[in-house]
Structure formats: C-alpha cells, structure tokens
C-alpha cells in the first residue's frame, strides 16, 4: 500500500535527476493546455468592454456580434482542448513515465500523442472529459469523484495508446477502487506549494511545484498499476544526495 510520503520522496528524486527537462515539460503542457482558453476569454472580454462603451441604439446589433464572438471563441477553445491540448496532456504523462525509468530521457515524449494512435487518443480523451462533464452536471461533487476514477486514463493510454475508452475508463476505475480519498488527500498536500508558487507570483509554480506534482502523479501510478516497479526510482538515483527540504502537508 502506498503512502503519500514516500510517493511524494520518489517523485521529487525523479524530476530532479533530469529537473529542466522536466520543468520545461511541465511548463509547455501547462501553459499550451490553457492556450486555448485563456484566448476565448480575451476575445469575450474585449467585446463586452466594447458593447459598454457603445450607444444605447448600438447595443442589440452589438449583442449579437459578441454572441457570435463567444460562440467562435468557445468553439476554438474546445477544439484546441480536443485536438492539441489532450493528446499533449498525454505526451506529458508520456514523459514523466518514462522519465522514472530513464532520468536521462530528451523532450522527445512529449509528442507521444501526436505520434501513436492520435485519432484514438483524442477520442478516449475526449469521452473521458465528456462523462466527467455530464456527471458534474448532477451536482459538483459526483463530477469530482469521476474525475478521481478516471485520473489514470491519460497513464494507460501512454501504455495502450490504442486502448479504447471502454477499457480505458474500466481499468482506471479498477486501478482508483478505494484510493480516490487518499488521492484527494495527496493532492491537497500540495496546497502549502501551491500556495507558494501564487506568492512568487508563478515563478516557483513553473520551476518546482508543477514538476514536482507531475511526477508525484506518476509515482501513484505506478504504485497502482506496476507496484513491482514502485523502487524502480530510487534504484536509479542516490537518495542521500537529495538536499533536505521543508515539506507542506495536510494532516488526516
């Protein structure tokens, strides 16, 4: 059984062996996944600061150009998130992988999933946020804990790229059976880092905090899916060599 120390230890030993691969990684998937909304919201943004400063004649045609903008806005926001953003999620979780085994390892996984299965990968990635997004309509609390079951999904398929979504939310359902609550706790123990990133203004975020949750990530599912594996990190890396630093975590 794991615990969210030791998975915690592993992963900061495995984004440090190889740390500007891996911050760079964290930081394009990052900043590249969010492209897409953050353009939708500008574009939205902008023309309401317009139709204010328009006349009160003006204002029914102007409401319909901005319907018109949000509508184009959302459409490529989603797209982006479809067919960029996804299958780049997994070329991340690609990299962290494959990282742990290979501290060594070039930014060349993260194309993963542009290279193996694409049209597969933005369909099981795609019905995944899908049933998230409709259980969530339920009320917030069902669409969390989908979200908790099929946390794996993106790890199998950077395993089975041609797993289809049947499969890949049943295993990562298997995989998540009684470990969601200990998974929310592991997540909410980097609120103290996050936190801290927020008051460096991002600058911590980017250099440690988003890395270092990556490849805790990672270590949680290789604890589930290939605990024979779970040492493979500290095989690989002398943990007395990592520096002693303060940790943020959240009591049970």
């Given at each position: ?10 992963g900061?030993i ?19 996944t969010?492209a ?6 500008k ?11 328009m006349?009160?004649?003006q204002a029914?045609l ?10 184009i806005?959302l459409?490529?926001g ?12 997994v ?14 390892v070039?930014?060349?996984p993260l194309g993963f ?12 990635m ?9 259980w969530?309509l ?15 999904v993106r ?6 790229p041609?797993m ?5 939310l ?7 059976m ?11 123990s980097?609120l ?12 911590l ?6 890395p ?5 990530n990672?270590e ?8 024979e594996?779970s ?12 520096p002693?630093?303060?940790?943020f975590?959240?009591?049970?």
């Open positions: 059984m794991w615990n969210r120390k030791d998975l915690k230890a592993k900061k495995a984004f440090k062996a190889n740390y500007w691969r891996s911050v760079l990684v964290a930081f394009l998937a990052t900043i590249l969010s897409g909304t953050t353009v939708g919201n574009q939205s943004l902008d023309s309401a600061t317009n139709q204010m400063n006349s009160d004649g029914l102007l409401a319909g150009v901005v319907i018109v903008i949000v509508v806005a459409a490529i989603t797209l982006l998130d479809v067919f960029v953003a996804n299958p780049l999620s070329g991340c979780t690609n990299f962290f992988l494959i990282n742990r085994r290979n501290p060594s070039d930014c060349d999933g542009f290279k193996s299965s694409y049209k597969n990968i933005v369909l099981v795609f019905m995944t946020k899908l049933f998230i997004f409709l969530s339920l009320f917030i609390v069902p669409g969390i804990i989908k979200a908790y079951e099929y946390r794996m790890f199998l398929l950077t395993e089975d041609d289809d979504y049947h499969e890949a049943q295993r990562s359902k298997e995989l998540m009684d470990q969601k609550w200990n998974t929310f706790v592991l997540d909410l980097f103290g880092w996050e936190i801290l990133g927020a008051l460096t203004f991002g600058i975020t980017y250099l440690y905090v988003l270092y949750i990556q490849a805790t990672t949680l599912y290789v604890a589930l899916a290939h605990p594996e040492d493979l990190v500290l095989n690989n890396t002398d943990v007395r060599e990592e002693q630093t303060v940790e975590e959240v009591s049970e």
